[in-house]
């Protein structure tokens, strides 16, 4: 059953707020979700005035400066601050995206800053992605192949590699999963965008040479089907990528071939 | 400590979308529209059965919460019609790109407005 409300233990309370001390005329409201494992307190938001005068484009520049220059205690995870890691994603201003490539001019008003929805919670801005890695892994992301070229370099034709384009440039940063309502109510049977981009992937890869059997593993009521094209996949993908054409490209591959 | 962890809050601050929109109003509209065949079944019986009923039904319907019950599910027929057919045509694999999928989303909300002026104008002078 559909659980719309938050459970109890995770109803949001009003945190603290961190008056700007520079004395800056330019200042933003920063609004983050926080919560502390060690406190069992319930999650919180605190609020935060920064001085945009002397911060970078970017939200994760924000987070940095309030890490550094602020409160030490927030927790949030980054790496590569340029889009290409995908370990900053999280939900900005009520949509998913990597800090690192979203720009704080973007946001009006104060800036939401929430941990990838439907996720537990480890700490502040961590959320839990262990059930998403599981499902990745079920697909079994890797060439299969049988037959006795292994040895030798399999050859792709130029046409075969295109059909690669807009699959293999996912980063894995699971911004398309946690925007999916049906992943949300669904996310412990559904496969979800991220997955499935990826099992769609090594379907269309003329290389692998199991195909059928990906197909035929995929084909599940729960784990394709709950996709409804709701479409908010496509729209939060940091990288321009499409879910949900791919998920569509592999139930009409299932409704056409004979297996 | 797994149990204690929070849930991180979803559809309360998740930005609404025209394709998240239509997808939801999809949903909702299928709900209504069996509730209202039930109640055009209902209604057709009650004619079979009795010639009082007729006189029952035409009063409730010209009455203001009948306009507002029969326009309802006029606008639920035209706005599951149109969105079936925007589903339809993404089964084909077709319309998934942002800007088109937000267009014919668009298409679908003011659609289905037009349609119910259309079908009650059509039922009131012709019917």
Redesign the interface.
């Known amino acids: 059953m559909v659980q719309i409300s938050l459970p109890e233990n995770s109803e949001i309370k009003k945190g603290k707020y961190f008056k700007d001390k520079t004395g800056s005329k330019n200042l933003r409201k920063v609004n983050i979700y926080r919560w502390d494992p060690s406190s069992g307190d319930k999650p919180r938001i605190d609020t935060y005035e920064v001085d945009m005068d002397n911060c970078p484009s970017k939200v994760l520049d924000i987070l940095n400066k309030i890490k550094n220059e602020i409160d030490p205690t927030l927790a949030y995870r980054r790496s590569c601050a340029h889009g290409v890691c995908g370990s900053c994603a999280m939900n900005m201003a009520g949509k998913n995206g990597l800090a690192c490539t979203t720009a704080h001019a973007e946001i009006n008003g104060d800036i939401d800053i929430y941990p990838l929805p439907h996720l537990k919670v480890k700490k502040d801005l961590i959320g839990d992605l262990d059930g998403l890695y599981k499902q990745y892994q079920s697909i079994e992301p890797w060439l299969k192949s049988n037959s006795k070229s292994e040895t030798k370099e399999i050859f792709q034709s130029k046409e075969d590699r295109a059909k690669l384009d807009g699959a293999y440039e996912c980063i894995m940063c699971a911004c398309c999963s946690t925007s999916c309502p049906s992943y949300w109510w669904n996310g412990d049977k559904y496969l979800g965008p991220a997955v499935l981009l990826q099992a769609y992937r090594w379907i269309v890869d003329s290389r692998d040479e199991e195909r059928q059997a990906r197909l035929k593993k995929v084909a599940d009521e729960l784990k394709l089907y709950r996709c409804h094209t709701i479409m908010n996949c496509t729209s939060a993908c940091p990288k321009g990528l499409n879910p949900a054409k791919a998920i569509a490209e592999i139930k009409k591959m299932l409704a056409t071939a004979n297996i | 400590?797994?149990n204690?962890?929070?849930?991180?809050?979803?559809?309360?601050?998740?930005?609404w979308?025209i394709?998240?929109l239509v997808?939801?109003s999809h949903r909702i509209t299928g709900i209504i529209n069996i509730i209202a065949i039930t109640l055009i079944c209902l209604w057709a019986s009650l004619l079979f059965l009795a010639e009082e009923n007729y006189e029952t039904v035409e009063l409730l319907m010209s009455s203001l919460i009948g306009k507002f019950i029969i326009l309802g599910i006029i606008w639920s027929f035209s706005f599951q019609i149109l969105s079936e057919i925007r589903?339809f045509i993404?089964?084909?694999?077709y319309g998934?790109?942002?800007k088109t999928?937000r267009i014919t989303g668009l298409i679908v909300i003011f659609g289905s407005i037009i349609l119910t002026i259309v079908f009650y104008l059509i039922g009131k002078n012709f019917i």
């Open positions: 400590m797994e204690k962890r929070p849930l991180s809050p979803h559809i309360q601050i998740y930005k979308h394709s998240s997808s939801i589903h993404m089964d084909f694999g998934f790109e942002l999928s």
